[in-house]
């Protein structure tokens, strides 16, 4: 324990700059400072955001794919593996209800729509028209075509269309397929995909260098071209789901995960590099390769983060909860539509549904919330284009969001299960053990 302090306190005299979390925060303060000063050069450095986010998406896929196959392989007991995507499941939908219930209990009792009076002849229909066409065409299909489209095509056309549902799909029948060839055969086999990862989690490192290019792409393009003044007309609402979510953070999963044993500041600290990169590029997509590298070296199983975090990003979408219910509460208050309990019962009950194809559909804010009034005849569904100038700012907090939600579900299914090395885990959270992700 000694030699290991010895070794965190000199990692900690290193030069601040080379800290990934102070330069991705410089990178964050220039973007600021550019879109004040500098509006049009500002939104030209879009691309280092765009650029960052593709060489990210370009490695989730296949890191994905060996994390999930090496875990189930090396699980030993495929009873265990199914034990934990059961309870990954319950523990998703009790955290997706709790979180439409908070945001429509705050809604009611800070009403931000109250006092707007919007007639909704004047709203502008021509805005919606993309996110409409998406909205009926998922709404179209149903639980049954969103079922349908988890099994891919091919297995390759999963890989290169970084569809993350289809690749955990593939990826829990070839582990478990891996796992019952067991022998020569199967040990051959996953130790190729180990190698793999290594490779793949060394390239993610090379990468990761490269994000505070990218959140001084994001936020110089962000301030540049929406400004801050475009928050002011709808400041009650972006302000009002920024304290919905701080309040579900730390008041829901910080109990869970206190019951956990672990605390949530601590926690957020530890992930600090990769909540401030979401934050900047309103996409938790940014973080995926190195939030499941982190968990595992915070003592979570690798079996466990490799079922848990992918499905996650379908299926536990905490802060898009939130907004979901707090945003048709605010158009309906915004426009002066009365709703009943009856109502109120049907708006929880769709977004319940409709949540759950929220991640991978261009625009999926927009798209799922135009699904959700679609499917509630009571409100008007032009209401959306309320939303609209608003919605990057509230999706930075809502990936925020987002994130710290799967992270605390797989840390909590792990604990559950028995996966956690709580002495490992304490030992990182308080500093005598240092994460590097950068280094692989």
């Not at 400072?33 to 030209?44: H, Q, S």
């Amino acid at each position: 324990m000694s030699t290991m302090t010895a070794t965190a306190a000199a990692e900690a005299r290193k030069p601040l700059y080379t800290s990934l979390f102070v330069q991705v925060l410089a990178a964050l303060l220039l973007g600021i400072a550019l879109g004040v000063i500098a509006p049009d050069f500002a939104i030209g450095l879009k691309i280092f955001s765009d650029a960052f986010l593709k060489l990210i998406s370009m490695i989730v896929a296949p890191i994905v794919f060996c994390v999930v196959v090496h875990g189930i392989a090396g699980a030993g007991d495929l009873k265990k593996v199914g034990r934990v995507g059961v309870k990954a499941l319950i523990y998703f939908e009790v955290m997706t209800t709790i979180a439409l219930v908070v945001g429509l209990l705050l809604a009611y009792l800070f009403g931000p729509g109250h006092g707007m009076n919007i007639d909704t002849s004047t709203l502008d229909a021509k805005a919606l028209n993309t996110y409409a066409d998406n909205a009926h065409k998922l709404q179209g299909g149903g639980i049954g075509a969103f079922l349908l489209n988890i099994i891919p095509t091919t297995s390759f056309d999963a890989l290169s269309r970084n569809d993350v549902l289809q690749v955990l799909f593939f990826a829990v029948i070839f582990g478990v397929s891996l796992a019952l060839v067991g022998g020569e055969k199967g040990e051959k086999v996953t130790s190729m995909i180990d190698a793999v990862s290594a490779v793949l989690f060394r390239a993610m490192g090379l990468i990761v260098r490269a994000a505070p290019l990218g959140v001084l792409g994001a936020v110089a393009y962000t301030v540049g071209k929406y400004g801050v003044g475009s928050l002011k007309q709808l400041v009650s609402l972006v302000a009002l789901f920024y304290v919905s979510v701080a309040i579900f953070v730390f008041g829901v999963l910080g109990g869970v995960m206190a019951l956990a044993g672990i605390n949530i500041l601590k926690f957020l600290s530890y992930l600090r590099e990769e909540l401030t990169i979401v934050l900047a590029t309103a996409s938790s997509d940014a973080v995926l390769p190195q939030i499941m590298r982190k968990l595992e070296r915070l003592g979570v199983k690798d079996s466990v983060v490799g079922l848990v975090i992918p499905t996650g990003y379908s299926f536990n979408l905490d802060a898009f909860s939130i907004y979901l219910t707090l945003a048709v509460v605010f158009i309906a208050q915004a426009t002066n539509t009365p709703l009943s309990f009856g109502d109120l019962l049907l708006v929880l009950g769709v977004s319940l549904i409709t949540s759950k194809g929220a991640h991978g559909v261009p625009g999926s804010a927009i798209v799922i919330l135009a699904a959700t009034l679609n499917a509630v005849p009571t409100i008007p569904a032009i209401g959306l284009v309320l939303v609209l100038s608003v919605d990057w700012f509230i999706g930075m907090a809502r990936a925020v969001g987002n994130l710290i939600g799967n992270c605390v579900a797989t840390v909590v299914v792990a604990a559950w299960e028995g996966d956690l090395d709580r002495e490992k885990a304490t030992r990182v959270l308080d500093g005598a053990e240092l994460v590097d992700v950068t280094a692989g």
